[in-house]
């Protein structure tokens, strides 16, 4: 049997089974018991959370003739048939490649006629923003008055498109962005299933590059099993995945505090071994920076920032003569960088050169004290024999 990649095969199939968007699965249950079922809805959300995959619950939630109106049977004629694959009921439609007028003519001819197995004819268009303005207006009225046994599922990653005249006749739900917490529940849980022994670690970097998105998180715990197999680790995975690891970054900010320059060349140097690309070195560094000020700063736990309690008294004690303003000037030089670095044609010397000058620069001072040390030089003096001894 051909492999099934762990997108598709863990892919909910029943409310209950939807990770991040309760409050979404809970609407959509209570307005099915209380028989007060909207005839269009728009799904929006950012990529990967569960859109389509909702859509299609909802659809085969709507047509079961199971004895639960709450969970899709499995076993009854409606929900074998949309199983199948090409079911008689459920239109799905991708407005990316269907973007005209006609398309959408063909979808209003076929409202007219009632389901042949279900309750409803479900209409599924998804990336609904990309039809053309001529196509919207021709779905306006049908959508407005559609027949009894019709409901429409729309959604779209870019509802700003979508004309107001749809929104209106439409009930809107926002999907949020998943959390690092409920990535990694969901690949342990699928980690269990599968009989597979991956590390906390090595889930935490799925989840954290997944950036919200279940479906991301999938596809790259699919490409790190298909190299790592049942025993799963963080150091492997950040191979596969092409993810800097943390010391890179510490080095760097060692030799940032040193000016050390020679330093800073060669934390790209090593970077370039390993095979690691400019982007997720930027973005690591970026992440390492956020880490480093919120710890200094007591502005989170451990666990909100997803690092071990060693790593953030590490980061609590490391560069200690770098202030929280050199921090922030840093990460505009590393923020000013990210948006240059794709029209570089010389993409290293450009990292290597700004991590320089991060390194060059001169350390802040605190104004009072200079102010304070205009004013009474000796007072100054004292104070720094008195740092300088202890």
Known sequence: MAYVAM????????????????????????????????????????RGVGKTTSARILARTLNCKGGDPLHPCGECESCKDIAGGNPMDVFEIDAASNTGVDNIRDVIERVQYPPVIGKYKIFIIDEVHMLSTGAFNAL???????????????????????????????????????????????????????????????????????????????????????FTGNEMNADAVRGVLGIPPVELFFSLISSIE??????????????????????????????????????????FTPDALNISEEMFTKYKSVVPELKNGDILRISKLLIDLQGTLRYSTNP???????FARMAWLDRLTDLRRALAAINDPKSASDEALKKKSN
């Open 7 to 46: 997108a598709r095969k863990w892919r909910p199939q029943s409310f209950s089974d939807m990770v991040g968007q309760e409050h979404i699965a809970k609407t959509l249950q209570n307005a099915i018991e209380g028989g007060r079922l909207h005839h269009a809805f728009l799904f929006t959300g950012t």
């Open 140 to 226: 306006l009225k049908t959508l407005e008055e559609p027949p009894e046994h019709v409901i429409f599922i729309f959604a779209t990653t870019e509802v700003n498109k979508v004309p107001q005249t749809i929104l209106s006749r439409v009930q809107r739900f926002d999907f949020k962005r998943l959390s690092i917490e409920q990535i990694r529940s969901r690949l342990r849980y699928i980690c269990e299933q599968e009989g597979i022994n991956a590390t906390d670690e090595a889930l935490d970097i799925f989840a954290e590059k997944a950036d919200g998105s279940m479906r991301d998180g999938l596809t790259y715990f699919d490409q790190a099993y298909a």
């Open 258 to 299: 040193s000016h050390d320059l020679k330093g800073c060349f060669k934390m790209v140097d090593d970077a370039c071994k390993r095979g690691i690309e400019f982007t997720p070195l930027l973005d690591g560094f970026g992440k390492f920076l956020r880490n480093l000020l919120y710890a200094r700063l007591d502005a």
């Open 348 to 354: 290293r010397l450009l990292v290597e050169t700004t």
